[in-house]
């Protein structure tokens, strides 16, 4: 298996339908098998009810229960039940674009990378454009935090500003 994409969750049901829906609208490019697992983490509300209603119509849609409070338990549950070859994580309240999965996995073949980050907008909110205040501030408070190691375990110079930021 290509991927697997892991969200934890701790009551947050309603932004996780959403989240739930745009994982549903992946688009690849290339033919990817891939996986989606839901990591509830010991959650009071319908989170439950939520991933049970997405798995009829997505059969392949994976839930797993964590009762052992707390993000680091709920990552590590994540990781120990996937199968796939590359770990994805996004939260329960983030909307993936529908090539995320695609652009995420080429990045990392096309440099030979083993991790990877990127900013994430709260939901309804835009990256701002490079140029704007706020978005000099966001970027330039973001990309030093950002480190891409290969393989070989040599660092990989980070693209020109123009290359990966609009």
Known sequence: MDASIIVCTYNRAESLRDTLRALRAQKTATLRDWEVI???????????????????????????????????????HGIAVAHGDVLLFTDDDVLPEPDWLDATLLG????????????????????????????????????PTVTMTTRSHRQVRPLPLAQTWP
């Open 38 to 76: 839901i990591v509830d983490n010991n959650s009071k509300d319908d989170t439950r009810k939520i991933v049970a209603e997405a798995q009829r119509e997505w059969p392949s849609l994976r839930y797993e229960f964590e009762p052992a409070q707390g993000l680091s338990h709920a990552r590590n």
């Open 108 to 143: 990392l073949e096309k440099h030979q990378a083993d991790a990877c980050g990127g900013f994430v907008a709260p939901s309804g909110r835009r990256l701002p454009r490079r140029g704007s205040p706020s978005g000099s501030t966001v970027f330039s408070r973001f990309a």
